[in-house]
């Protein structure tokens, strides 16, 4: 009984592979998202980069990102994004943290898998939260 080298099914395999990984590292382009399309599709922008614009808070127990100031005045959580505070390494220098105002985010969307209705952030009241930051930085 002849055995078959294990190589060329590994070349092959690579050979299979390969536009796929060609795609991911050609393809750095982060979508812009609206909040309220984020929310409305939670499921497909799980995990992804994402870019977003809004009106940021913080303060004691607050880090939000609000579609707009009349939304943050009201705190209106439920349409809103919990920031957590965690920097993707390597972006140190690209996280401008501002304590309020109009501002751009980068960072990958996701949300409570297990349960969605529980929410994330301080005390569970946001339905959604962007981690490993790549951009934070105030729109004048």
Do not use: C
């Not at 092959?12 to 409305?40: C, Q």
């Not at 959580?77 to 220098?93: D, Q, T, Y």
């Amino acid at each position: 009984m002849k055995l078959l080298s294990p190589f060329p099914i590994f070349i092959g395999f690579l050979l299979s592979i390969s536009p796929l990984l060609a795609a991911d590292n050609t393809t750095n382009a982060v979508p812009k998202v609206a909040i309220t399309n984020l929310l409305t599709h939670m499921k497909e922008y799980r995990g992804k980069r994402v870019e977003v614009t809004g009106y940021f808070r913080s303060g004691p127990e607050l880090l939000a990102l609000y579609q707009n100031l009349d939304d943050a005045k009201s705190f209106r959580n439920a349409e809103a994004l919990w920031i957590g505070p965690f920097v993707k390494p390597g972006h140190e220098k690209t996280v401008n943290f501002v304590k309020e105002g109009h501002v751009r985010i980068v960072g990958v969307f996701d949300y409570n898998v297990h349960d969605p209705e529980l929410g994330v952030g301080h005390m569970n009241r946001w339905p959604a939260h962007l981690v490993a930051l790549e951009v934070f930085e105030e729109i004048k």
